[in-house]
């Protein structure tokens, strides 16, 4: 999973109004209007929706689903696949009928008017960054160790996943511009990497070192049946595409919306769908599946079993630490932002909005965010004794589908709103936010998740409640005012608080 960036970098995080109203195409202080520059076309949202989707997922995920459901690998991919496409028409229904660079929190305010249940929206957004970053970091810790030959123990590459994220906290310090032009050289990256997987099938099939019966065997736990053992690697798959719904915040620098949002995110699902249903099939058919459910390095392991004598397996490590690193890079910016505007809107303590003076960074945002992306890699790795990319990812993935499932059912709400009926919007088939409603709540049971997936999603969203509890006890028993979280405009920008 990555988070989406805007073409116009990153502003100074050193107001929640003012600047950050304008880049959401308010009105700035002095009063007057502002709008982003529409300089997307369909090529390049293209590469913006594929860039977003492509990512830590297929490189770290794909062992764990083999090891869950056997060779038949592809199946919860191509389910993940249907429903996070049925949800996708929600969001491209609202979308364009609200043209707001504001996602999730905007559209649960809209439809359901409850100040705390968009802030538990926004905050679960939050955490899905942290774990959707600590999975990334563990993923790039185990491909450094494999691209530099290195045998370490699983508290070697939690040292070393720790290690990044410190490296990432120091980047943030400084300030990272991130642009679509850097967007369009890493989705390249990315798709090379998945690219060379898909060559080096063809070549191994060709070569007769492919076996292609093993994707039709299923494998599940003895306490499962097949609808539920693929029920629970459906949400696990899931992981792989989430993202999608970080574009919408590109509306407001898209060329004609309206026509161009629902055409080219759609082609831009099927194509990582399709991308990611091969990718599986070919690593399944080349590499056993007692090593491929052991990997941490799955699609280096088809490289270099695939192609033993192309010397491709040397570089692949760092070409997937490369492409995975900037999803844990910009989940890490979109956290610490997400955390420093909420604080500045009076919602959490607002020690979190302090900034540097000098580079105008959320400096104890990014600490705070930070440190709780170390923990969580520290505890899944080392005390709960699972794997990180699994529950990390898995946890990735049940928090967003709770968002998607409110946003399905703001969705069916949002239609008795007639106040566009002015202006010309996406319409989805009118089963679709029912289903998707249905499919995701269904995926959030506990037939579908692991224990530690709850609770590691429960400590999250638990911080969270507190850090406003405190805050709101506060400000109603020292300061006498209330918390100025109170109205959708004020949470248009809180997932764009930098850009």
């Known amino acids: 999973m990555s988070s989406s960036a805007t073409p116009n970098g990153a502003a100074p995080a050193s107001s929640a109004t003012g600047r950050d109203t304008a880049a959401a195409g308010g009105t700035d202080p002095s009063g007057e209007n502002h709008e982003l520059k529409r300089v997307m076309g369909p090529g390049l949202l293209l ?11 297929v490189y770290a995920l ?26 996708a028409f929600s969001y491209l229904e609202l979308v364009t009928k609200y043209p707001g660079a504001s996602g999730a929190a905007l559209y649960t305010h809209k439809a359901f008017g409850i100040h705390f249940l968009t802030f538990l929206v926004t905050f679960a957004v939050l955490c899905s960054g942290l774990t959707s970053a600590a999975t990334a970091s563990s993923t790039v810790a185990a491909n450094f160790a494999k691209g530099f030959h290195l045998d370490l123990s699983p508290f070697g590459i939690t040292l070393v ?39 080096v099938g063809f070549w191994a099939a060709f070569q007769g070192n492919a076996d292609f ?6 494998e599940t736990a003895e306490d499962k049946n097949m609808f539920l053992a693929l029920s629970s690697v459906t949400s696990l798959a899931f992981f792989s595409f989430v993202g999608f719904e970080d574009s919408v915040n590109m509306v407001e620098e898209t060329k004609d919306p309206t026509r161009n949002f629902p055409r080219v995110m759609l082609f831009g699902l099927c194509i990582t769908g399709v ?8 690593t399944v058919a080349i590499v056993p599946i007692g090593q491929l459910s052991e990997s941490t390095t799955p699609l280096l392991d088809v490289v270099k079993i695939g192609a033993p004598n192309i010397p491709i397996d040397t570089i692949y490590p760092f070409l997937t630490i490369f492409a995975v690193a900037n999803t844990a890079l910009i989940n890490m910016l979109m956290a610490s932002r997400l955390l420093y505007g909420m604080a500045k809107q009076g919602v959490i303590p607002g020690f979190l909005s302090k900034v540097l003076p000098g580079r105008r960074t959320p400096w104890t945002a990014i600490l705070f965010t930070t440190a709780l992306g170390m923990l969580l890699i520290v505890i899944v790795n080392n005390i709960m004794g699972k794997s990180t990319a699994s529950a990390l990812g898995g946890t990735t993935a049940l928090l967003l589908l709770g968002v998607f499932t409110v946003v399905n059912v703001a969705a069916i709400i949002l239609r008795r709103d007639r106040s566009q009926e002015g202006h010309d919007y ?21 037939w579908a998740q692991d224990t530690i997936e709850y609770q590691i999603a ?25 918390t100025r979280f109170q109205h959708p405009e004020d949470i248009a920008h809180l997932e764009d608080v930098d850009r």
Not at 62 to 87: K, M, R
Not at 426 to 446: D, I, K, M, N
């Open 47 to 57: 590469l913006f929706i594929v860039g977003d989707i492509l990512g830590t997922g």
């Open 62 to 87: 794909t062992g764990n689903i083999a090891g869950e459901i056997g060779g038949a690998a592809w199946a919860p991919i191509l389910v993940a696949f249907v429903v996070a496409t049925i949800t």
């Open 161 to 199: 996943a720790v290690g990044f994220m410190a490296l990432l906290a120091l980047v943030n310090l400084r300030g990272v511009s991130e642009s679509v032009k850097l967007n369009v050289v890493l989705t390249v990256i990315e798709l090379t990497g998945l690219l060379i997987v898909i060559l």
């Open 213 to 218: 019966s093993r994707t039709m065997i299923f």
């Open 275 to 282: 991308i990611y249903v091969v990718v599986s099939l070919f």
């Open 426 to 446: 996406f319409h989805a088939p009118r089963v679709l936010p029912y289903l998707g409603a249905v499919t995701c709540a269904f995926l959030l049971g506990p």
């Open 458 to 482: 429960l400590v999250l969203i638990a911080l969270g409640v507190v850090l406003w509890l405190v805050n709101f006890l506060y400000a109603r028993l020292f300061t006498g005012r209330r």
